[in-house]
Structures are given as structure tokens and as C-alpha cells.
């Protein structure tokens, strides 16, 4: 799989140590969007747009192509990430106080419904709210978990491509 990875000074550390987490140890192809060197006076749009743009004219390549963004909270760079055609991306900053059940009554962890239900093809991850750790074991997880294919999620993504 292919990763794209994109962050600005806020999460410029975190991403470095995902760079070589994602190569090194889980095997998956990975190229950084920027930034290339820390700056602390960047601005993430341009940035995250990047990797976004580029995630976006991959989509069709659903199975085989995902994108990591890091920020401070995650917040702008899940909205940025989220203007792009076929990018449909998740915010992540830590594990959810109580467990929360589906429609079905089975008990749902926040990270891996992102992928599961909605097929989130990005994630964006909150340095100042995860320890790398605790991001390891997120990226690990999200990039491990299929989508599901249920009908009703299938329906629901091709609802919100309709959207403008």
C-alpha cells in the first residue's frame, strides 16, 4: 500500500517517526507531501494539500493508496484534507471515555469504524493530544482494517460523492 504523508511544524516530529514506522516496520510504500524541514511559521493548508490533491486523483485506487495527516489538533488538517474529491478523511486524538455499540449492538472502536463503515482513505492525527505510541498503534490499526462492503455503508459513500 501506498501512504502519503503530510504535516506541518506542529506535527513535524510525530511524522518523522511515522515516516520510518510505516517503511521500516509495516512494509507499505510512503512519500512525504512536506513538510520537508521544520519551520515553525508554515501553514498547513498548502501543505496537507499536497498530499490530499494527491490521494484525490488516486481514489480508484481505493485498496491501495491512504493518507496520513498530522497537525497540532488534526482538526484543520481533516478539513483541508476533506475539500478534495474522493478524500473522505477521519480525525483521530486519542481513544473515545465509553464504548459505543451500533445499530446492531456491536461494540465499535472510533479509529476502525472510520475505515470499516466509512472507508476513510486519510486520517489525520493530533500530536499534541497522542504520544507516538499512541499514534503507532492508531496508524497500525486504521491501515490494518478493511472496509466492510456492507450494503448500507456501499450506499452511504456513494450518497456523499453525489455532494458538492
Keep these: 500500500?501506498?501512504?502519503?504523508?503530510?504535516?506541518?511544524?506542529?506535527?513535524?516530529?510525530?511524522?518523522?517517526?511515522?515516516?520510518?514506522?510505516?517503511?521500516?516496520?509495516?512494509g507499505h510504500e510512503v512519500e512525504d507531501c512536506g513538510a520537508t524541514q521544520f519551520n515553525e511559521d508554515d501553514d498547513y493548508?498548502?501543505?496537507?494539500?499536497?498530499?490530499?490533491?494527491?490521494?484525490?486523483?488516486?481514489?480508484?485506487e481505493?485498496?491501495?493508496v491512504r493518507a496520513i495527516l498530522i497537525g497540532a489538533s488534526g482538526q484543520g488538517e481533516a478539513m483541508v484534507a476533506n475539500r478534495f474529491k474522493g478524500v473522505r478523511c477521519a480525525l483521530y486524538y486519542g481513544e473515545a471515555v465509553?464504548?459505543?455499540t451500533d445499530a446492531s449492538g456491536q461494540e465499535l472502536d472510533m479509529l476502525t469504524s472510520t475505515r470499516e463503515h466509512n472507508d476513510a482513505n486519510a486520517l489525520?492525527?493530533?500530536?499534541?493530544?497522542l504520544s507516538v505510541?499512541?499514534?503507532?498503534?492508531?496508524v497500525r490499526r486504521w491501515l490494518?482494517?478493511?472496509?466492510?462492503?456492507?450494503?448500507?455503508h456501499v450506499r452511504r459513500i456513494a450518497q456523499m460523492e453525489t455532494l458538492s
Design 1 to 26: 500500500m501506498k501512504i502519503y504523508f503530510a504535516s506541518d511544524h506542529a506535527g513535524f516530529e510525530l511524522k518523522q517517526e511515522l515516516l520510518n514506522f510505516v517503511r521500516g516496520e509495516l
Design 45 to 60: 493548508p498548502e501543505i496537507i494539500a499536497q498530499a490530499a490533491a494527491k490521494l484525490g486523483a488516486a481514489a480508484k
Design 62 to 64: 481505493r485498496a491501495t
Design 98 to 100: 465509553r464504548t459505543q
Design 124 to 129: 489525520s492525527l493530533a500530536a499534541r493530544f
Design 133 to 138: 505510541e499512541e499514534a503507532k498503534d492508531a
Design 144 to 152: 490494518a482494517t478493511p472496509f466492510s462492503g456492507q450494503e448500507r
